[in-house]
C-alpha cells in the first residue's frame, strides 16, 4: 500500500515567486499529493496571501488546506475567514496557535489551539478536516513532555482529525511520541513532518529556534563538507531517505514535506521511496 503524501508552501512574496509556484504545483503532481497546505504569517500577517495562493492551488485542480492561527484574532476574524473558505469549498485546514507579531502585545479571543479547533468543529459542523500541530521533540516553549502530550491530547479531543508534526530527524522520538499519545486515548493519524535537507546552515538554524535535534555525526558530516553544496545535497538525501524509509516501515499514515517552495528535493526523494510516478 503505497504511503500517502502531503506538501507545504508558504505564500509568494513576489509575483516572480507566484509564477514559480505554480511550476513547482505542477513538478509535484508526480506525486500524488493528497494535498497543499500553506503557511499563516504570525498574527495572520499573510492573510491575504495565504487565501490567494490556496485559491490559486485549488484552481489547477488540487486540494488545498490554508493553515489558521488564532493568536492576535477574535471570533469574528476566524468565523469571516472561515467563510471564505467554505465559499471556495475548501474543507481542511490546518489549525495552530501561532504566534504574535513583533510587538504586540494582545493574545487575542484564543489562548491554546484547542480552543480554535473547538471553534471551528462548532461553527462549520463535521464536514471539514481539522490538522493539528504536534511536536515528537516536544514544544520548544514547554518544560515537560507531559505537559505537551496534554496540549495536544486536548487538540485532539477539541475535535482535531489528524495531526502533522514539526520536522524531525530522529525516528525514535517520532514512534515514543505516537505512543504516548495512544496511551492516552489518541487514535487519531500523526503524519511526520519531512524536511529535506539543501542548504544545511539554514535547517541547522531551523532546528536551534525549534529545538529540533540534529544527529551529531549528521552535523559533523555536514560541516565537513563546508561549501561543497552538491555533497551536502547527496549526504542530506541519503539522511532524509534513511528516516522516511523507517517511517515508512513503522506503518506512518503518511509524509509531510516542507519544500521550502522548491520540488527538486521532494521529488527525488519521492522516487527513491517509490512514491513517485515516472515521467
Known amino acids: ?9 508558504f ?28 503557511t499563516y504569517g504570525a498574527g495572520g500577517s499573510t492573510r491575504e496571501k495565504t487565501l490567494a495562493t490556496v485559491a490559486d492551488i485549488a484552481s ?12 492576535g484574532s477574535t471570533r469574528e476574524n476566524i468565523a469571516e475567514i472561515l ?6 469549498n475548501i474543507r481542511r485546514v490546518v489549525a495552530l ?11 487575542g479571543e484564543f489562548r491554546y489551539a484547542a480552543e480554535l479547533v473547538r471553534f471551528i468543529r462548532e461553527t462549520q459542523g463535521e464536514d471539514w478536516d481539522i490538522e493539528v500541530a504536534a511536536y515528537p521533540e516536544y514544544h520548544p516553549q514547554q518544560r515537560y513532555a507531559a505537559r505537551d502530550l496534554q496540549f495536544f491530547a486536548d487538540k485532539i479531543r477539541a475535535g482535531a482529525s489528524g495531526a502533522i508534526t514539526q520536522f524531525f530527524y530522529n525516528p525514535d522520538a517520532y514512534f515514543h511520541f505516537v505512543d504516548a499519545t495512544k496511551a492516552m486515548g489518541v487514535e487519531v493519524p500523526i503524519v511526520p513532518g519531512i524536511m529535506p535537507i539543501n542548504n544545511f546552515s539554514r535547517i541547522a538554524q531551523f532546528a536551534q529556534r525549534d529545538g529540533i535535534e540534529i544527529p551529531r ?24 531517505a534513511q528516516l522516511c524509509e523507517r517511517l515508512i516501515a513503522g506503518g506512518v499514515p503518511g509524509l509531510h514535506f516542507y519544500t521550502l517552495n522548491q520540488s527538486a528535493l521532494t521529488l527525488e526523494l519521492c522516487e527513491r521511496l517509490g512514491l513517485a510516478r515516472k515521467a
Not at 500500500?1 to 508552501?9: A, C, D, G
Not at 549528521?218 to 542530506?236: H, I, P
Open 60 to 71: 489547477q485542480g488540487f486540494d488545498a488546506a490554508p493553515h489558521l492561527s488564532c493568536v
Open 1 to 9: 500500500m503505497t504511503t500517502p503524501v502531503s506538501i507545504e508552501f
Open 11 to 38: 505564500p509568494p512574496n513576489t509575483p516572480v515567486g507566484t509564477e514559480k509556484l505554480k511550476t513547482v504545483v505542477q513538478d509535484l503532481r508526480a506525486v500524488d499529493p493528497q494535498y497543499f497546505s500553506v
Open 97 to 107: 496557535r501561532g504566534d504574535l507579531p513583533s510587538g504586540t502585545a494582545t493574545a
Open 217 to 240: 555525526w549528521v552535523a559533523m558530516k555536514m560541516e565537513g563538507y563546508l561549501d561543497d553544496a552538491a555533497s551536502v545535497r547527496a549526504f542530506g538525501l541519503d539522511v532524509v
Open 83 to 88: 467563510a471564505t473558505y467554505r465559499a471556495q
